[in-house]
């Protein structure tokens, strides 16, 4: 004859957490919707990258989070801009701009 082996015994079933107790994650704050970037490069003159008057160090950079259109890239020297270029940014895309 089979000899029948006892059951396992149910796990314990949680107790629930009271909905008093959760804590709320802090949100983070939403992104502009339509922004978008450059990638820039200065390969003939090595100087500090401005964006429409704001400084992003030294290149290669990238600056993202800029509003769609018109903006104004400098290549400054000892603070002394050296080149400028007119840039059209374009919402969603980040665009390579060599600065000559």
Sequence with gaps: PAVASPAPAPAPTPAPVPVAAATPKPV???????????????PGLYGELWVDGRPYGFPPVTVNGLRPGPVKVEVRVNGAVKRSASIVVEAGLVKAVRVR
């Design 28 to 42: 983070a704050p939403a992104l502009p919707a339509a922004t978008g970037g450059l990638e820039l490069t200065s």
